[in-house]
T-cell receptor
Framework: AQTVTQSQPEMSVQEAETVTLSCTYDTSESDYYLFWYKQPPSRQMILVIRQEAYKQQNATENRFSVNFQKAAKSFSLKISDSQLGDAAMYFCAYRSANQAGTALIFGKGTTLSVSS | ETGVTQTPRHLVMGMTNKKSLKCEQHLGHNAMYWYKQSAKKPLELMFVYSLEERVENNSVPSRFSPECPNSSHLFLHLHTLQPEDSALYLC?????????????FGPGTRLTVT
């Protein structure tokens, strides 16, 4: 079974600084997708970024980028130029590509606080 | 707005009540999901309907009963719940054929069982 581990329960960053959130996963599959979701206090789960395992190029989305290391099974999220609105719980998630309707497997989350 | 709506947003029910949660997606997706989010636990899949088939997590108690009348609507029927069922219930949808497999979530229903 696949597992996702986020080893940092809490992180903090100053406005305009850069922060990296860690995620590791365990799988025997070769084809899968990885995601980062953001859940602010409103509890709305928002997709931040996705990565296909077959792509070597790291995904980027504006101030958000990932460092995907397939051999190491590592998928970290870097937030550049942090803003107060980035404060939220961040979840790393794994999804198999082998079957339709496969559930996301989530880590326990990292709470990010942003100070001015 | 993610294109997935859930009602009600908050629900308080007694252990002997029967209630239903509703989810609707406006994205043209062909798969829908129920997740449970409890304090200090990862999100857990409860049910998924994909390509007209229901996939069930066998660990879900029978007091939770899903219904998917069409690809846009998903219900979760609740009866004789326990206090430990209090949680945030999240609905999600995705496109499973020729799509990006990204799941889009609704705002959730905060359920409190008294």
């Amino acid at each position: 079974a696949q597992t996702v581990t986020q080893s940092q329960p809490e992180m903090s960053v100053q406005e305009a600084e850069t922060v990296t959130l860690s995620c590791t996963y365990d799988t025997s599959e070769s084809d899968y997708y990885l995601f980062w979701y953001k859940q602010p206090p409103s509890r709305q789960m928002i997709l931040v970024i996705r990565q296909e395992a077959y792509k070597q190029q790291n995904a980027t989305e504006n101030r958000f980028s990932v460092n995907f290391q397939k051999a190491a099974k590592s998928f970290s999220l870097k937030i550049s130029d942090s803003q107060l609105g980035d404060a939220a719980m961040y979840f790393c998630a794994y999804r198999s590509a082998n079957q339709a309707g496969t559930a996301l497997i989530f880590g326990k989350g990292t709470t990010l606080s942003v100070s001015s | 707005e993610t294109g997935v709506t859930q009602t009600p947003r908050h629900l308080v029910m007694g252990m002997t009540n029967k209630k239903s949660l509703k989810c609707e997606q406006h994205l043209g997706h062909n798969a829908m999901y129920w997740y449970k989010q409890s304090a200090k636990k990862p999100l857990e899949l409860m049910f998924v309907y994909s390509l007209e088939e229901r996939v069930e997590n066998n660990s879900v108690p029978s007091r939770f009963s899903p219904e998917c009348p069409n690809s846009s609507h998903l219900f979760l029927h609740l009866h004789t719940l326990q206090p430990e069922d209090s949680a945030l219930y999240l609905c999600a949808s995705s496109q499973e054929t020729g799509g990006s497999y990204e799941q889009y979530f609704g705002p959730g229903t905060r359920l409190t069982v008294t």
